[in-house]
């Protein structure tokens, strides 16, 4: 079983910035894509950003041209580099990643526990 976690969130002022990472650890044999929830206070959970395998990327309108994802394959790891911070970015952020285990080269979803990023106005 494959364990995401995460890890670089924090307490930031408005306009400030954070940089998320992700760590996968287990029998990965493969990771296709992987990217970025979050979750507010009583609200939906939220796709943020996506890296597919390729580096091709996709972003929330709410987050586009403040955010940018970046993967490091041979680390298995994520990162979500985040400036110009605003209060409604305030949220859990959760790491997800589709991937495969060398018992299964079938593609199964993962998700890390997630790390609180609180952004002050």
């Known amino acids: 079983q494959a364990q995401l976690v995460e890890s670089g969130g924090g307490l930031v002022q408005a306009g400030g910035s954070l940089r998320l990472s992700c760590a996968a650890s287990g029998s990965i044999f493969s990771i296709n894509d992987m990217g970025w929830w979050r979750q507010g206070t009583g609200k939906l959970r939220d796709l943020v950003a996506v890296i597919s395998s390729d580096g091709s990327t996709n972003y929330a309108d709410s987050v586009k041209g403040r955010v940018t994802i970046s993967r490091d394959n041979a680390k298995n790891m994520i990162y979500l580099q985040m400036n110009n911070l605003k209060p409604e970015d305030t949220a859990v952020y959760y790491c997800?990643?589709?991937?495969?285990?060398?018992?299964?080269?079938?593609?199964?979803?993962?998700w890390g526990q997630g790390t609180q990023v609180t952004v002050s106005s």
């Open positions: 997800y990643a589709a991937l495969a285990h060398y018992s299964d080269s079938r593609l199964s979803d993962s």
